[in-house]
């Protein structure tokens, strides 16, 4: 089963006379447990597929579908609440919450849970384990380095157990060092927990290491490889 | 979580970690919210001074056209005519004697009162904090003041006290909620009469403390007692004593109405105040606010947030100026008295208590605008601006 299927996506952004055609009619296919690259210039549309799959941004026209449901048929509320429960997005540039410590910044999506306060500390504790910051909950982002800054922010993308992790350029501002430890706990977290990752990457080598990779161009998808679907872990050509 | 309780402590963090900013605006909104709760302190004092209640009884008895206590004369003699009048349940001649007729903030009043009867009823109401009534009565020139002049001059029982030429010993000190006790030293009117006239003119006093037996026939009363006088060498103006208050507090009473400006404008100051740092918050945290939709937040959350934040610095602010008035107020005990009479300024709860809701509610309202906005913004939007 296909985890996301978009048809006829368009997004136009309309600035002054002038109409910018981000999307022009995406079709896309994503199964479910897969990890995806995508790749293009840019300009040529990536941070904006990867919004309108986050359901924080709508599209101009076609349809996405997301483990069955249309997110075209719900209101600003009710995408809310889908986002909280079926999205986690790792931003650039970490996008973590200043006044918060690392442990408020991973407790935030799971304050809209109805989870007691016992198991929304264990699930807080849990993520920061996962992506070995058990040992920083007290830590402000500034007294983090951009590496955890990341890590901290793929803890809060994945304590909610989203079924979708939407990653836009996740290492793009990180050292070699840090960029492999962000790329090894995405991967990581796509074969141990099944999560469907798509992830904005400029990087061959980072795009190497996700099962597929699609290209886009101008709006459009271009010359994806036939036959190049499928989960990571079914592919050998990812290391580790 | 519970929609509205899930926002509060991020917006607790987001004012007790960014000290400086909220430590500024709350202290703003403390000094406005202090004038606004001391302005209408004030205003209160005039309105319980001057405003005639329903149960009012007590009558003041003045020489006509007379508007000083220096030039106000009448003979002590009056008493019984105007005992005699129906309705009037008591008379008591008092002598004023102040060392200040114009309006000021350090005015003695002395009021010569008779011997006997008026202490003990006047003091039923209010409570001798130290010295004696017996002490009192035991020398002629003994006084019993009130306890904001006892505290201004620093007086103990027992001191001695002179004031507009009249020398005194303190028998006794007392505290009293009436307004007109507070600057005041009671004292033998015998005694007053002569120190004051020079052995002159025994038996003139200043006016006569009538107090009636049917409240709601106090004018009735009033007039009954010039019109007996009328025609006397010595006619008189007989008005309940709140007006009197009114007349004599003219000036101080245009003041207070005209400061009450001051507070409302300290009001829109705290709007100001408010208004512009949530505004300046609002426009930081773009990117907060566009984090925390993407996280499921929802607009309504956002704008729940915004005005929480508005209205904690509201009730910050307002609790720290309107119970730093109260205790000010307290501590100074301040008494406008002019020509023998006083205004008080006293501390209430309601005046404090309407202080902390004022600023909160306007703090409330004065995050809707921007919380309007914050709520509206698109989340791809609030990040391409952040
Ligand atoms: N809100 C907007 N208003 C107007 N134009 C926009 C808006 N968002 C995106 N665009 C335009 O849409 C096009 C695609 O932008 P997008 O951010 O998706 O590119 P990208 O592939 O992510 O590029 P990069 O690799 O530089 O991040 C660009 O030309 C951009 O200027
Ligand atoms: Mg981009």
Redesign the interface.
Same mark, same amino acid.
């Given at each position: 089963m296909s985890a996301i299927e978009c048809r006829n996506l368009r997004k136009d952004y309309v600035r002054g006379e002038e109409v910018i055609q981000t999307l022009q009619d995406v079709d896309i296919d994503i199964e479910a447990g897969s990890f995806v690259a995508l790749m293009g210039p840019s300009g040529s549309g990536k941070t904006t597929l990867l +919004?309108l799959l &986050?359901g924080?941004?709508r599209p101009t026209g076609g349809t996405i579908e997301i483990g069955g449901q249309d997110i075209g048929d719900l209101n @600003? +509320?009710g995408l &809310? &609440?889908w @986002?909280?429960?079926h999205v986690g997005?790792i931003f650039q540039l970490y +996008?973590?919450?200043?006044? *918060?410590t690392a442990y408020?910044n991973v407790e *935030?999506?799971l304050? *809209?849970h @109805?989870i007691t306060a016992a198991e929304r500390h264990e699930r807080v504790a849990d993520a920061l384990s996962l992506v070995g910051l058990a040992d920083r909950h007290e830590h402000y982002p500034r007294q983090l380095s951009g590496g955890q800054e990341q890590r901290v922010a793929i803890a @809060?993308a994945i304590v909610t157990r989203p079924t979708l992790i939407l990653a836009d350029e996740p290492t793009g501002d990180l050292d070699r060092a840090s960029a492999a430890n962000v790329m090894d706990l995405l991967v990581r977290l796509n074969r141990e927990f099944g999560q469907t990752i798509v992830m904005v990457t400029h990087d061959p080598s980072t795009a190497a290491r996700a099962g597929r990779t699609v290209h886009l161009d101008k709006g459009k998808i271009v010359d994806e490889p036939e036959h190049a679907h499928g989960h990571a872990h079914d592919h050998g050509e990812h290391r580790k | 979580m519970n929609a509205l309780l899930r926002s509060v402590p991020i917006t607790w963090k987001n004012l007790s970690r960014r000290t400086l900013r909220t430590v500024l605006t709350v202290a703003g909104i403390a000094v406005a919210t202090f004038l606004f709760s001391f302005v209408e302190s004030m205003r209160d004092g005039v309105r319980r001074a001057t405003e005639a209640g329903a149960a009012e009884t007590r009558l003041v008895v003045y020489r006509k056209n007379r508007f000083c206590p220096f030039t106000s004369k009448l003979p002590q003699s009056y008493e019984r005519t105007i005992r005699d009048v129906p309705g009037v349940k008591s008379a008591v001649p008092v002598k004023i004697v102040v060392n200040n007729c114009r309006a000021s903030l350090d005015v003695v009043t002395f009021r010569g009162v008779p011997d006997e009867g008026f202490m003990e009823d006047h003091l039923q109401g209010a409570s001798l904090r130290s010295g004696s009534l017996a002490d009192w009565k035991s020398r002629s020139d003994a006084v019993i003041v009130g306890s904001a002049l006892a505290d201004r001059r620093r007086l103990r029982a027992g001191d001695r006290f002179d004031a507009a030429g009249v020398r005194t010993l303190v028998a006794g000190i007392f505290d009293s909620d009436d307004a007109q006790d507070q600057n005041v030293a009671y004292a033998h009117l015998g005694f007053l009469q002569e120190t004051a006239e020079r052995g002159g003119t025994g038996g003139i006093v200043t006016q006569f403390n009538v107090e009636v037996t049917d409240p709601s026939k106090l004018e009735d009363v009033a007039a009954a007692i010039d019109e007996r006088l009328a025609h006397d060498q010595f006619p008189t103006t007989t008005r309940p004593e709140s007006a009197f208050v009114a007349r004599a507090a003219r000036d101080v009473i245009a003041l207070v109405s005209f400061a009450g400006i001051v507070g409302w404008a300290s009001l829109a100051a705290v709007f100001a105040l408010i208004a512009n740092a949530i505004a300046l918050a609002v426009r930081d945290r773009v990117r907060d606010h566009a984090i925390l939709q993407t996280l499921g937040w929802t607009g309504m959350d956002i704008a729940w947030m915004v005005v929480l934040e508005a209205g904690m610095l509201g009730a910050a602010g307002g609790a720290i100026g309107a119970v730093a008035a109260y205790a000010a107020i307290g501590f100074a005990k301040l008494n406008f008295t002019m020509e023998g009479v006083s205004i008080g300024v006293t501390s209430s709860a309601s005046v404090t208590a309407i202080g902390i809701l004022l600023a909160t509610a306007l703090g409330a309202v004065a995050g809707l605008a921007p919380a309007w906005t914050a709520s509206r913004r698109e989340i791809v939007q609030g990040f391409r601006t952040a």
């Open positions: +919004n &986050a924080i941004d @600003r +509320n &809310a &609440a @986002r909280s429960t997005y +996008n973590l919450v200043p006044v *918060l408020e *935030l999506p304050l *809209l @109805r @809060r | -």
